[in-house]
C-alpha cells in the first residue's frame, strides 16, 4: 500500500537555488495538498488542488509554485529559497467525497542556508 | 475566521495513568472535528473525527474524544497511556464550507510518557 509518497524525505538548499518537492498518490484522490509544519506553528496550508488543472492557494502560498497535470501528481516548486522556506512539508490527499479524511505523506524536511 | 488552541505544549504521563489533552476551537457554525498523531519522522494518522450525532467519539488505539459545544472544546482521552503513544497530537478543525480536507490545525500537544 504505497498511499501518499513524498520524495525526497531531506533536503539542503542553498539561499536562492530551486527545487520540486515532489508528491504522488495512488488512490485515485481529486484533492491533493500541500503543508508546512513549524514549531510551535502547527501545520499551515500552502496550495491545493480539487483535480487536474485546478489549484488555489493556501494559508501560506508566497514563495511556493503548484501545478495539477495528473490526478495522481502535485508538486510544490520553490524557484528561490529563502532560510524561511525551512520547514518541514507534508502532502495530503483525499476524495472529495463529503466526510473523507485526510492520508498525509511521511514528510520532507528542507533546511535552507 | 476558524482557529484552533491547543494550549499545552508538552504533557508528560506515566505510563498507565489517564490522559486528556485540551483543544478549544473558534468557528461559527457546527464544526468538523479532528485529533491527528504523529509519531517521530512520520506523517500525520488520524484519530478520529466529529461531525455530528453522539458527542462522545471513539477512536483508535483506544482514544476517545468529547465535543462540548458550551466550552467550544473537543478534548481528547485516554484512560490508560501506553509507552507507544508518545507522539504529537493535533487537533483541527475544517475549513469554512463544511470541507474536511482543508483543515486548519492547532499547535499541536507533545506527549512524553514515563516508564
Known amino acids: 500500500n504505497a498511499g501518499v509518497t513524498q520524495t525526497p524525505k531531506f533536503q539542503v538548499l542553498k539561499t536562492g537555488q530551486s527545487m520540486t518537492l515532489q508528491c504522488a498518490q495512488d488512490m485515485n484522490h481529486e484533492y491533493m495538498s500541500w503543508y508546512r509544519q513549524d514549531p510551535g506553528m502547527g501545520l499551515r496550508l500552502i496550495h491545493y488542488s480539487v483535480g487536474a488543472g485546478i489549484t488555489d492557494q493556501g494559508e501560506v502560498p508566497n514563495g511556493y509554485n503548484v501545478s495539477r497535470s495528473t490526478t495522481e501528481d502535485f508538486p510544490l516548486r520553490l524557484l528561490s529559497a529563502a532560510p524561511s522556506q525551512t520547514s518541514v512539508y507534508f502532502c495530503a490527499s483525499s476524495s472529495v467525497k463529503p466526510r473523507e479524511k485526510l492520508f498525509f505523506g511521511s514528510g520532507t524536511q528542507l533546511s535552507v542556508l | 475566521a476558524q482557529s484552533v488552541t491547543q494550549p499545552d505544549i508538552h504533557i508528560t504521563v506515566s505510563e498507565g495513568a489517564s490522559l486528556e489533552l485540551r483543544c478549544n476551537y473558534s468557528?461559527?457554525?457546527?464544526?468538523?472535528l479532528f485529533w491527528y498523531v504523529q509519531s517521530p519522522g512520520q506523517g500525520l494518522q488520524l484519530l478520529l473525527k466529529?461531525?455530528?450525532?453522539?458527542?462522545l467519539v471513539q477512536g483508535i488505539k483506544g482514544f476517545e474524544a468529547e465535543f462540548k459545544r458550551s466550552q467550544s472544546s473537543f478534548n481528547l482521552r485516554k484512560p490508560s497511556v501506553h509507552w507507544s503513544d508518545a507522539a504529537e497530537y493535533f487537533c483541527?478543525?475544517?475549513?469554512?464550507?463544511?470541507?474536511?480536507?482543508?483543515?486548519?490545525f492547532g499547535t499541536g500537544t507533545l506527549l512524553a510518557v514515563q516508564p
Open positions: 468557528y461559527g457554525a457546527t464544526p468538523y
Open positions: 466529529y461531525f455530528s450525532g453522539d458527542t
Open positions: 483541527a478543525v475544517g475549513a469554512q464550507g463544511g470541507a474536511t480536507n482543508k483543515l486548519i
